[in-house]
């Protein structure tokens, strides 16, 4: 069946390490997509892509960083410089606008 | 920008009704409606088009009024299923980027 996989599941880092996320797709969707959840405050766009080796800024990008070299993987990496690391983080792929997102069943990271 | 929506919070009993309302102060493009299990991936409900196209599942209804820059999302005859956090996400503008930005959510309550 085709999806879109995250792991691991539950992540834990100690402050000051970076640590990067896994998003992995086989739905041949050209955009992947980075979401953060905060209890009270839904879904916030981290980082977009839209086509290999080209992503775009979401509206809280400060303290991460992607990358798109294949069209089946968008990983990101939560690095020291974010302040408040600690939330639950989706990715999703889609083919393009006007299509539904599908999502990843999240990771949950705890820094401390 | 992040769309409002509103009520934050709705209890049911199976068999009721509910409106949920996403209100934006950007011109919209499309309206996107999820639903969250606790612990869960959103999962796609509707999309709705500028110019009145509309894709989703067939026992979801909503409306979009471009005008009012508002979407609704009908939920009748309730079942304990349809339990769960309820998103809109918009997407503004012309540009065809499938970028959404999510409202803060609404969580329903079926009861029996």
């Known amino acids: 069946d085709g999806g879109i996989t995250q792991s691991p599941k539950y992540l834990f880092r100690k402050e000051g390490q970076n640590v990067t996320l896994s998003c992995e797709q086989n739905?041949?969707?050209?955009?992947m997509y980075w979401y953060r959840q905060d209890p009270g405050q839904g879904l916030r766009l981290i980082y977009y892509?839209?086509?290999?080796?080209?992503?775009q800024k979401g509206d809280i990008a400060e303290g991460y960083s992607v990358s798109r070299e294949k069209k089946e993987s968008f990983p990101l990496t939560v690095t020291s410089a974010q302040k408040n690391p600690t939330a639950f983080y989706l990715c999703?792929?889609?083919?393009?606008?006007?299509?539904?997102?599908?999502f990843g069943n999240g990771t949950r990271l705890t820094v401390t | 920008q992040q769309p409002v929506q509103s009520p934050q919070a709705v209890i049911l009993r199976e068999g009721e009704d509910a409106v949920i309302n996403c209100s934006s102060s950007k011109a919209l493009y499309s309206v996107h409606w999820y639903r969250q299990k606790h612990g869960e991936a959103p999962v796609f409900l509707m999309i709705?088009?500028?110019?009145?196209e509309q894709k989703g599942h067939e026992k979801i209804s909503a409306s979009f009024n471009e005008k009012k820059q508002q979407s609704s999302l009908y939920l009748t005859a309730s079942q304990l299923s349809y339990s769960g956090t309820y998103f809109c996400g918009t997407e503004h503008g012309s540009s065809n980027t499938g970028k959404l930005i999510f409202g803060q959510g609404t969580t329903l309550q079926v009861k029996p």
């Open positions: 892509s839209q086509i290999v080796n080209d992503f």
């Open positions: 999703a792929s889609g083919q393009w606008a006007n299509s539904p997102l599908h």
């Open positions: 709705l088009l500028k110019g009145g």
């Open positions: 739905l041949n969707h050209d955009a």
